[in-house]
């Protein structure tokens, strides 16, 4: 018995292994596929109405592709414009930049004028702009905006079958199941998908929100790039905890670069800070509720997991396919042990 037991947890970890390297070697695939999968989960309310109402399947996929379609063709397009536009006007900061890394030399009085002459004439700002600006980390992230295209049609592709094969696929199970494991399996198929659509919705709103307040703060204090600074605070946002005080720090430190250690830095530090902490801390607790019931420890290793398992996208899908794991393992009870670590509710 005790072998089988040793066994069993050997296999375990082998086939935990083979999982995670499979995921991370075909990340191309899996990562349109995820997004394909919560998106479903998404439209399954709208999907539902429209079969109620008697639309021909055709017709709901084809709204589904329109919708999906538009809405990340719109975000695609405004993320190369802004990038492009950043990429731009970055050479207008390069005397900004050597003036204000001279002026941090003469005050600390560091005795080197040759390090002076180093950063005002040897540098190549523009060189460092193309290596490590803000551009060249969306491209590296998110490819080119033609692999933005194709991982946008490979995800329209596989939500497409999904749709089209679930309904299919549920009944050939429920055909050979018990009646007791068809009411469990529906009962969990719908709270995943009310407990993930809502934390998407929700956290979809909160971002919008973040963002275009964020945008309104970096207009009224006259900091460039209003437009890429609400696009980060709203894409960074869907990392909790640490996306959004990153993304706040790109206008902050572009304050800096303009006006210095002026009150507009002052200002919109403050205020980003502290749009941060309300919508944290008042607005998201309010509107997502429990949310999804993560404890904040696994949050951060699932964020640390999944950043290397698939790179920044991860930490975007990490909370919500942590969410899925865990209501998933909660119905088997073997495995309930692990949704109580996982979990922050103290109730089963």
């Known amino acids: 018995m005790e072998k ?121 700002w523009l060189d460092i702009a193309n290596k490590l600006s803000l551009s060249k980390t969306i491209t590296g992230t998110m490819g080119s905006f033609i692999t933005f295209f194709i991982n946008l049609l490979l995800t329209i592709i596989f939500m497409i079958f999904i749709v089209q094969e679930r309904s299919i696929i549920f009944d050939r199970i429920y055909k050979v199941i018990t009646e007791a494991y068809k009411r469990k399996s529906i009962k969990l198929l719908e709270r995943m998908e009310k407990q993930v659509g809502k934390y998407i919705v929700s956290k979809t709103i909160i971002s919008l929100i973040t963002g275009l307040v964020g945008m309104f703060f970096v207009k009224i204090y006259g900091i460039d790039f209003v437009v890429i600074s609400g696009l980060l605070l709203f894409i960074l946002n869907y990392i909790p905890n640490l996306g959004s005080f990153i993304a706040s720090a790109f206008p902050i ?69 942590t969410s899925a794991i865990n209501i998933m393992i909660r119905e088997v009870p073997s495995l309930r042990v692990f949704s109580a670590i996982i979990s922050s509710e103290t109730k089963s």
């Open 253 to 321: 430190i572009i304050s800096m670069v303009e006006y210095g250690l002026g009150w507009q830095t002052f200002a919109i530090s403050i205020s980003l800070v502290s749009l941060q902490i309300a919508m944290g801390n008042i607005v998201e607790p309010k509107i997502m509720g429990s949310g999804l019931s993560l404890s904040p420890l696994v949050i951060l290793i699932s964020l640390i997991f999944w950043y290397w398992i698939w790179g920044p996208v991860g930490m975007i899908l990490a909370i919500p396919i």
């Open 4 to 124: 089988n037991k040793l066994l069993n947890v050997a296999l375990s970890i082998i086939v935990v292994a083979l999982v995670v390297y499979i995921l991370k070697t075909l990340k191309t695939i899996f990562i349109p596929l995820t997004f394909a999968l919560f998106l479903s989960l998404l439209f399954a309310p709208l999907v539902r109405f429209l079969e109620n109402k008697k639309f021909p399947k055709f017709l709901i996929i084809i709204t589904l592709v329109l919708i999906i379609f538009i809405t990340f063709n719109g975000i695609g397009t405004v993320v190369y414009t802004s990038v492009a536009s950043f990429s731009k006007n970055f050479p207008k900061y390069e005397e900004k930049i050597t003036q204000a890394m001279q002026n941090v030399i003469y005050k600390l009085e560091i005795p080197k004028e040759s390090l002076k002459d180093y950063i005002q004439n040897k540098i190549n």
